[in-house]
């Protein structure tokens, strides 16, 4: 077992509340629009944890379409399971390997708060481009510093989040937040070399971000 396995194994039923948080849905709606989904597409979750975004996906692929949730922790796909509202016949739970996917051909794929925990950001989101057919859409929406100088005081309070909430501790609190950014950036850079017809827009008082854009 990894490290993540085993540090997202134990808060499997923390995340899955984390998610039902009151707001966190529409940052959920929001992402799911971005991917321009039409009934009957495929779209492939990576790192779909509890599989909080499936309601918002199917609202939007309908009966026809299908949902592949991808994450590397049981725990994480046990839970999802569990909620009727993210299960059915047009849901699929896979566990691998959200950087090596084992799915190609899909119409859209989306990563939520999982750019910053790959050690090589880069490269998972070539893979993700590359499971997408020509034309389709990949979303990433992580989390961010806020650059409102309104929100200076919070943003010492998002170095303690990414601390507590990703795997590798042994780096000091602000080298951690320092690091989970590198990689949410690289993230971002290869999906805009990768990308067209790309938007962005920030959520939460500049503390969430979302980038997507269209596959050629």
Do not use: K
């Amino acid at each position: 077992m990894t490290d993540a396995q085993s540090f997202y194994g134990r808060w499997a039923r923390v995340y899955d509340w984390l998610a039902s948080v009151p707001g966190v849905a529409s940052w959920r709606d929001r992402t799911a629009a971005a991917l321009a989904l039409d009934p009957g597409d495929t779209v492939v979750e990576m790192g779909c944890g509890t599989g909080a975004n499936v309601p918002a996906l199917r609202e939007r692929v309908g009966p026809a379409g299908r949902i592949v949730g991808v994450d590397v922790t049981r725990e994480m796909l046990d839970r999802a399971r569990d909620r009727p509202a993210r299960t059915g016949g047009s849901v699929h739970y896979v566990q691998a390997d959200a950087s090596r996917p084992p799915v190609r051909g899909a119409d859209a794929v989306l990563a939520t708060f999982v750019a910053g925990i790959f050690e090589d950001p880069a490269a998972a989101v070539d893979a993700w481009c590359d499971c997408v057919a020509s034309g389709g859409r990949v979303a990433l929406l992580n989390f961010q510093r806020s650059q409102s100088a309104l929100a200076a005081p919070l943003n010492l309070a998002f170095e303690g989040f990414v601390r507590l909430s990703a795997p590798g501790t042994r780096l000091s609190t602000r080298s951690h937040a320092s690091a989970f950014e590198r990689r949410v950036r690289a993230a971002r850079e290869r999906l805009t070399a990768r990308t067209v017809d790309r938007r962005y827009e920030t959520m939460a008082g500049g503390f969430v971000g979302l980038l997507s854009g269209t596959v050629t």
